[in-house]
């Protein structure tokens, strides 16, 4: 059920963070209740943004609130600074309630500069509250983006609440005794904003402040810097009188247990992690850096203690080359990348099929084509996950619904590779992997466990002794993982077809045609959970099927559609190939089949095929993800019938 944005309102002197300040100055401040509440925190590149977003993120996860984030980079390394390229934003959605999307559009905006103004207002509602550093608001700054007069000081703001604060100004005030320079000083002004906002929303200080200590452990004069100016920020909105209003938004029910905050990306490393603990096997990394999959590789490394090997490799072929290469002598073997890197690796994944070798590759998708959109997310890999290889060369393709169902979609993937002897191709993408979302820390006992079956005694079914690479197991139709050096099971594999059961080079032309219908059916035959729909009345005409990064906007959609008593249900998948054996009699069961996807149909493309189903495709490739309000007036829409 949608919980509407009522507001109560209540005032407060009673000594609590909302009318002390850390300079114990009191003073009555009105305090509005809100569930929900979405921040965007945006400058330039160089203004810290992403700290200071992932740091109130931090202060609303510890304080138990539900939360969803959206990090926005500029694609360029360093884009000149005051320019619309060059602005970074951070947009955090926190509510007392489950929410599944990071926004729509935020209630408040902080702005650095006159470029983060710009390219963010379009987005502001009316009435929203908008924070602005007036330090860089200068004839120089305004002029770059184009603004012909100062916004902060004529009427085109009027229809927000605007507060205008000289950010830079009162963070070098803040910092005048402790020696930094001018520019250093300036730099802490990012911490003066987290301050703000940690006065309005009721944020503690305690944890931000150890966080900025630690951060800057080698730098204490840095780091006792950023603590004066985290503080200024705080007093200057407990003490100016500009700031009336104070707001809160109560912690979220949760389940019991362990939470922590995790992004799609650190969700992923930890997966494979414990799936190496599951499977006892150890874990090999080969990878080249691509944005935005990198994290992976940054992250894994830390963990040689689990049996962890990381190796950035000089390129793209040379990463899935030596992780294929880690699988031949008994690893888990994984390789990380994006869309222009899985192009890359096209021709090294088929020789993993043929090998039929376990192998994890993971594609963090973003816009393309080539280098595209480097920092911006799509999900327009799927076609190329399926068919980019040449010859008949099939695999599993898997794909996580948020950031925290990446660590289990890790673990799937791994299953799926150890089990059936074949590379698996998982899905994340871009606004999944940056993005965020508390994340409840399993229990290892409940974790399923990996056998990975090697090989331990020759197979042959002739009488002669041998080891036979490619005889079959009966059920999974997978052929013996076998270490090399293990006594008496020495073999040969390669990219020539092999002849069934013997492994010998075979040009046969009836061999080649049944391996090829093995190695599909070995993929066709993995067993994958039906598909579940979500249909609460039970008598809706209206199902909307994602896949990917759409869960949370659909199902915030939906949520709007059924809250004004409409009937629409939703369905998602995980599992992309093989596909849920119910799905054909599941859209075929619905008047109506709509597919939101970031590409331009190609799910729908492959379903209307398979099933011959008119499945109505709704499409968006701007590096954006869907917001819950669009795909509620698309749900409508369907519901009238108006869809093209």
């Known amino acids: 059920?949608?919980?509407?944005?009522?507001?109560?309102?209540?005032?407060?002197?009673?000594?609590?963070?909302?009318?002390?300040?850390?300079?114990?100055?009191?003073?009555?401040?009105?305090?509005?209740?809100?569930?929900?509440?979405?921040?965007?925190?945006?400058?330039?590149?160089?203004?810290?943004?992403?700290?200071?977003?992932?740091?109130?993120?931090?202060?609303?996860?510890?304080?138990?609130?539900?939360?969803?984030?959206?990090?926005?980079?500029?694609?360029?390394?360093?884009?000149?600074?005051?320019?619309?390229?060059?602005?970074?934003?951070?947009?955090?959605?926190?509510?007392?309630?489950?929410?599944l999307t990071p926004g729509d559009r935020p209630d408040v905006l902080v702005a650095m500069n006159p470029a983060a103004l710009k390219a963010n207002i379009a987005d502001l509602p009316l009435g929203?509250?908008?924070?602005?550093?007036?330090?860089?608001?200068?004839?120089?700054?305004?002029?770059?983006?184009?603004?012909?007069?100062?916004?902060?000081?004529?009427?085109?703001?009027?229809?927000?609440?605007?507060?205008?604060?000289?950010?830079?100004?009162?963070?070098?005030?803040?910092?005048?005794?402790?020696?930094?320079?001018?520019?250093?000083?300036?730099?802490?002004?990012?911490?003066?904003?987290?301050?703000?906002?940690?006065?309005?929303?009721?944020?503690?200080?305690?944890?931000?402040e150890r966080f900025l200590r630690e951060k800057f452990a080698r730098r204490p004069d840095l780091a006792e810097a950023n603590v004066?100016?985290?503080?200024?920020?705080?007093?200057?909105?407990?003490?100016?009188?500009?700031?009336?209003?104070?707001?809160?938004?109560?912690?979220?029910?949760?389940?019991?247990?362990?939470?922590?905050?995790?992004?799609?990306?650190?969700?992923?490393?930890?997966?494979?992690?414990?799936?190496?603990?599951?499977?006892?096997?150890?874990?090999?990394?080969?990878?080249?850096?691509?944005?935005?999959?990198?994290?992976?590789?940054?992250?894994?490394?830390?963990?040689?203690?689990?049996?962890?090997?990381?190796?950035?490799?000089?390129?793209?072929?040379?990463?899935?080359?030596?992780?294929?290469?880690?699988?031949?002598?008994?690893?888990?073997?994984?390789?990380?990348?994006?869309?222009?890197?899985?192009?890359?690796?096209?021709?090294?994944?088929?020789?993993?099929?043929?090998?039929?070798?376990?192998?994890?590759?993971i594609d963090v998708q973003r816009g393309g084509p080539s280098t595209g959109l480097p920092t911006r997310t799509e999900q327009s890999d799927l076609l190329q996950a399926m068919f980019g290889r040449n010859g008949e060369s099939p695999l599993p393709v898997i794909?996580?619904?948020s950031p925290g169902d990446c660590f289990d979609a890790a673990i799937e993937a791994t299953r799926l590779a150890v089990t059936y002897r074949t590379p698996v191709i998982l899905l994340s993408d871009g606004?999944?992997?940056?993005?965020?979302?508390?994340?409840?820390?399993?229990?290892?006992a409940d974790l399923p466990t990996i056998d990975p079956g090697f090989a331990t005694e020759a197979n042959a079914t002739d009488g002669s002794g041998e080891f036979w690479p490619y005889q079959r197991d009966d059920d999974t139709l997978a052929r013996p993982w076998a270490v090399p050096g293990t006594a008496g099971l020495e073999h040969r594999i390669g990219g020539l077809e092999k002849a069934d059961g013997k492994g010998s080079i075979s040009y046969d032309p009836d061999n080649h045609d049944?391996?090829?219908?093995?190695?599909?059916?070995?993929?066709?035959?993995?067993?994958?959970?039906?598909?579940?729909?979500?249909?609460p009345d039970?008598?809706?005409?209206?199902?909307?099927?994602?896949?990917?990064?759409?869960?949370?906007?659909?199902?915030?959609?939906?949520?709007?559609?059924r809250a004004m008593g409409l009937s629409v249900a939703q369905a998602h998948l995980r599992h992309l190939n093989p596909l849920p054996a119910n799905l054909g009699d599941v859209l075929r069961g619905y008047k109506t089949v709509l597919l939101p996807e970031m590409n331009l149909g190609q799910l729908a493309l492959l379903l209307r095929g398979r099933y011959l189903v008119d499945v109505k495709s709704y499409t968006k490739v701007s590096g954006l993800p869907f917001q819950a309000e669009e795909l509620q007036n698309l749900f409508l829409d369907a519901l009238k019938g108006e869809l093209l």
């Open 1 to 99: 059920m949608t919980i509407p944005d009522t507001t109560v309102q209540a005032s407060t002197n009673d000594g609590s963070p909302s009318s002390t300040g850390t300079n114990g100055h009191h003073r009555a401040v009105e305090v509005q209740k809100r569930h929900r509440v979405v921040i965007r925190f945006a400058g330039d590149s160089g203004d810290g943004m992403q700290l200071t977003g992932d740091r109130f993120t931090s202060e609303a996860a510890a304080f138990g609130n539900d939360l969803a984030t959206l990090p926005n980079f500029p694609a360029e390394i360093r884009a000149p600074a005051g320019t619309l390229p060059g602005v970074s934003s951070f947009q955090l959605h926190f509510a007392d309630y489950d929410i």
């Open 128 to 208: 929203a509250i908008l924070i602005a550093n007036s330090d860089e608001f200068n004839k120089r700054n305004l002029t770059k983006v184009g603004y012909q007069a100062n916004p902060l000081e004529d009427d085109s703001l009027s229809a927000y609440t605007v507060h205008s604060v000289q950010m830079a100004t009162l963070a070098r005030g803040a910092l005048a005794e402790t020696g930094l320079s001018k520019k250093d000083a300036e730099r802490a002004k990012n911490m003066f904003a987290l301050g703000l906002l940690c006065w309005m929303y009721h944020r503690p200080t305690e944890s931000t």
């Open 228 to 361: 004066l100016a985290f503080r200024a920020g705080w007093n200057f909105g407990e003490t100016t009188e500009s700031f009336a209003v104070t707001y809160e938004v109560d912690p979220a029910p949760l389940d019991t247990g362990t939470y922590r905050q995790i992004t799609g990306n650190t969700a992923l490393a930890y997966g494979i992690v414990a799936a190496g603990q599951q499977s006892g096997l150890p874990v090999f990394l080969g990878s080249y850096p691509i944005t935005p999959a990198s994290d992976i590789l940054h992250e894994l490394s830390k963990h040689k203690a689990f049996g962890v090997t990381t190796f950035q490799a000089e390129d793209e072929i040379s990463g899935i080359g030596s992780a294929i290469g880690a699988a031949f002598g008994g690893a888990l073997g994984v390789t990380t990348t994006s869309g222009p890197g899985i192009s890359l690796k096209s021709e090294a994944t088929g020789l993993a099929v043929a090998l039929e070798l376990p192998l994890l590759v």
């Open 399 to 401: 794909a996580p619904r």
């Open 431 to 444: 606004s999944l992997a940056n993005g965020s979302e508390p994340w409840k820390v399993p229990d290892v």
């Open 514 to 535: 049944r391996m090829v219908r093995l190695r599909q059916a070995k993929i066709d035959n993995i067993p994958v959970p039906d598909l579940v729909v979500d249909d």
């Open 538 to 561: 039970g008598d809706a005409e209206l199902l909307v099927l994602g896949w990917g990064s759409t869960y949370g906007p659909i199902g915030a959609g939906a949520r709007r559609v």
